[in-house]
Nanobody
């Protein structure tokens, strides 16, 4: 069974940076567009934040463009999310999955942006 394991969250001040990581099964990871999602406190829906194709073509939601960077390391079955110039509205639990959400969700990693 494929497992997704997210890590790297924590408490950061506004303007600060964090780097999230997510590992997944090898075959599934290498043949799919991977994505980061987030679920803000009190919201039921997970928001798509960023995607990266197998050829490393990237897309971002408007609210994070210029601040977040998604990357992948196929050799390590890992996808990353570098978050810079963070804002309080970035506070959420962050998850990774394929862009079609085909895998069972992991536990996510909590990111809190607060002074």
């Amino acid at each position: 069974q494929v497992q997704l394991v997210e890590s790297g969250g924590g408490l950061v001040q506004p303007g600060g940076s964090l780097r999230l990581s997510c590992t997944a099964s090898g075959v599934i990871f290498r043949i799919n567009t991977m994505a980061w999602y987030r679920q803000a406190p009190g919201k039921q829906q997970r928001e798509l934040v960023a995607t990266i194709t197998t050829r490393s073509s990237r897309n971002y939601v408007d609210s994070v463009k210029g601040r977040f960077t998604i990357a992948r390391d196929n050799a390590k079955n890992t996808v990353f999310l570098q978050m810079n110039e963070m804002k309080p509205e970035d506070t959420a639990v962050y998850y990774c999955n394929t862009d079609s959400k085909m895998l069972n969700w992991g536990k996510g990693t909590l990111v809190t942006v607060s002074s």
